[in-house]
């Protein structure tokens, strides 16, 4: 199982089985957000992990938009993109955006590229060096700090 949360902790979901992929959109909302999603349903549509909001659903609002067949929800306080539904299903989480798992090691994961854009571009990529922040580190978080 993976814990997700979004950064001020009013939302957290749990994730499981844990995702081994994630996939990287470059479509026009996608690379925007910056988000790399991790699906819950396969190609098919048959269930293949599951998706519980278990604090702050009512934290939460949609961005609905173009052909208004799928739903992005972001928490109202802090604006983090948790997950996408289905317009006429939003109660059946059908993608987590792996950037808000908590506690998690993204080399553990393949990252999938679909270029929805048909450019070819994108912006995940080993380019070099990890340089070293600036901001003081967090403190470890206790089991009931999401960060």
């Known amino acids: 199982m993976v814990k997700s949360a979004c950064h001020c902790g009013a939302v957290r979901i749990n994730l499981e089985p844990t995702p081994t992929r994630v996939r990287d959109c470059n479509c026009s909302i996608c690379r925007r957000y910056g988000a790399l999603w991790a699906y819950t349903h396969n190609l098919q549509g048959k269930a293949i992990r599951q998706a519980t909001v278990v604090q702050g659903a009512e934290a939460l609002e949609a961005y609905i938009w173009g052909n208004k067949w799928s739903a992005v929800w972001r928490c109202k306080t802090c604006g983090c993109v948790m997950y996408g539904t289905a ?7 059908l993608s987590m955006n792996a950037r808000m798992f908590v506690d998690f090691d993204p080399a553990s994961v393949t990252i999938q ?8 571009r994108f912006w995940t990529r080993v380019d ?16 009931e700090d999401w960060r």
């Not at 317009?87 to 989480?93: M, N, R, S, W």
């Not at 590229?113 to 070819?120: K, V």
């Not at 070099?128 to 089991?143: F, N, R």
């Open 87 to 93: 317009i006429d299903k939003p109660e059946i989480i």
């Open 113 to 120: 590229r679909i270029d929805n854009a048909h450019t070819g």
């Open 128 to 143: 070099g060096e990890i340089l070293t922040g600036v901001q003081p580190p967090m403190e470890k978080p206790g089991p």
